[in-house]
């Protein structure tokens, strides 16, 4: 079954500055992987996906993440975070249609 | 298009009371998916349609639980004797069947609170 462990369940940073969210994943097949960003009292919005297509996949609002089998990783950045960034940011693995696991999610902060 | 929605958006009601949400999916998303989401953690899996059949449910879904797509477009999620334990909040998310992302689009949500 896969799995996902996000590192860090809050990261605060100064506007500006770089955002680095990580995400490793478990997975016994190939899998689609998913950074989903989450305001306050609102449902999941996609930031991007990776399906086996390019490694580094650029997203919305600036947003891009690279996948790396070697190290199961597939870390999110953004080069200089606005003050709008600041939510809860959720990475998800699936393999197939009905079977997306999330990781418990990571709150970002940013700080003028 | 205009995106998945969810009613009631908010939902308080008294331990052992039955309650009722409903999801309207993306209107050409042959998949819906239901979860649910608690305090500091990342959505948990609940139940997943394909057109009217529910192929799958996880073993969160006890059978307080049960859910529902009659016509394959919304669903309902009922919780009966509710629990303090069921206190959350519940997200629904539909895909198209076309395509082989899978990516998921979710709703608003509904955050249950029971006192």
């Known amino acids: 079954a896969q799995s996902v462990t996000q590192l860090g369940s809050h990261v605060s940073v100064s506007e500006g500055a770089l955002v680095l969210l990580r995400c490793n994943y478990s997975s016994s097949v190939p899998p689609y992987l998913f950074w989903y960003v989450q305001y306050p009292n609102q449902g999941l919005q996609l930031l991007l996906k990776y399906t086996s297509a390019a490694t580094l996949v650029k997203g919305i609002n600036g947003f891009e993440a690279e996948f790396k089998k070697s190290e199961t990783s597939f870390h999110l950045t953004k080069p200089s975070a606005h003050m709008s960034d600041a939510a809860e940011y959720f990475c998800?693995?699936?393999?197939?249609?009905?079977?997306?696991?999330f990781g418990a999610g990571t709150r970002l902060t940013v700080k003028p | 298009d205009t995106g998945v929605s969810q009613d009631p958006r908010h939902k308080i009601t008294k331990r052992g009371q039955n309650v009722t949400f409903r999801c309207d999916p993306i209107?050409?998303?042959?998949?819906l998916y239901w979860y649910r989401q608690t305090l500091g953690q990342g959505p948990e899996f609940l139940t997943y349609f394909q057109n009217e059949a529910q192929l799958e449910k996880s073993r969160l879904l006890s059978d307080r639980f049960s859910a529902e797509r009659p016509k394959g477009s919304f669903s309902t999620l009922e919780i009966q004797r509710t629990e303090q334990g069921d206190s959350a909040m519940y997200l629904c998310?539909?895909?198209?069947?076309?395509?082989?992302?899978?990516?998921?689009?979710f709703g608003p949500g509904t955050r249950l609170t029971v006192t």
């Open positions: 209107s050409e998303h042959n998949r």
């Open positions: 998310a539909s895909s198209p069947t076309s395509g082989a992302s899978y990516e998921q689009y």
């Open positions: 998800a693995v699936s393999k197939g249609s009905n079977d997306m696991r």
